[in-house]
Every structure is written in C-alpha cells, then in structure tokens.
C-alpha cells in the first residue's frame, strides 16, 4: 500500500519559514509527479505547487518567489520549503501524487492526510 504522510507543519510568526515534508511508502516514481495542495478554513483546495519527474516545476501566483518544492530521490521524499510566510498562508497543506497506467487505461491518485500551517503573530 503507497501512502503519503505530510509532516514539518506548526505556528510561525509572518515573516517566517517552515519547511513541508511528503514521504512515500515505496518510491516516488510510483507516480508521474508529485504536488502540494492547501485548503484554508472556509476555502477549497488549491493548487499551490507542482513538479513532474523531468519537468519543471510550477507554482501558484500567490507563492511564486516564497515557496519551492523539491524532491529526494533516494528519501522518496518531496519537500515544500516555504518562506517570508503570510497568514494567508494559514492552511492545511496536502501532498497528492498521481499516475495514468496506460496499459490498463487507469488513473490513480493519492492524497496524503494534511499538515497545519498556522501563520500568525
């Protein structure tokens, strides 16, 4: 069974930095790439930062120049480092990875269970 479990969420002061950490119970490559997501109290989810293996990455307007996300091959690991962080950041931050299996015409995704990000003074 893949899973993906988010850890590295807390309370930090505007201004500051956390850094997010997505670990794969089996490889990463399970997946043609991987994304952080977040949903803040009241909002949807959304999109907050991608990468594909051979791709380049992509953001979200609203994190471009603050945030980058990452990956460790040999840690199965993706990261999210976040910095100069504003309350708007305030969410619970989601890993989500996912696959198209040609041979069988089947798409795959898995979410992980979330991690707070509280951005307040």
């Known amino acids: 069974q893949v899973q993906l479990v988010e850890s590295g969420g807390g309370l930090v002061q505007p201004g500051g930095s956390l850094r997010l950490s997505c670990a794969v119970s089996?490889?990463?490559?399970?997946?043609?790439?991987m994304s952080w997501y977040r949903q803040a109290p009241g909002k949807q989810r959304e999109l907050v930062a991608g990468?594909?293996?051979?791709?380049?990455?992509n953001y979200a307007d609203s994190v471009k120049g603050r945030f980058t996300i990452s990956r460790d091959n040999a840690k199965n690991t993706v990261y999210l480092q976040m910095n100069s962080l504003k309350p708007e950041d305030t969410a619970v931050y989601y890993c989500?990875?996912?696959?198209?299996?040609?041979?069988?015409?089947?798409?795959?995704?898995?979410w992980g269970q979330g991690t707070l990000v509280t951005v307040s003074s």
């Open positions: 990468i594909t293996w051979g791709g380049g990455p």
């Open positions: 089996g490889s990463i490559f399970n997946f043609n790439g």
């Open positions: 989500y990875g996912d696959r198209y299996y040609s041979d069988s015409d089947r798409y795959l995704e898995l």
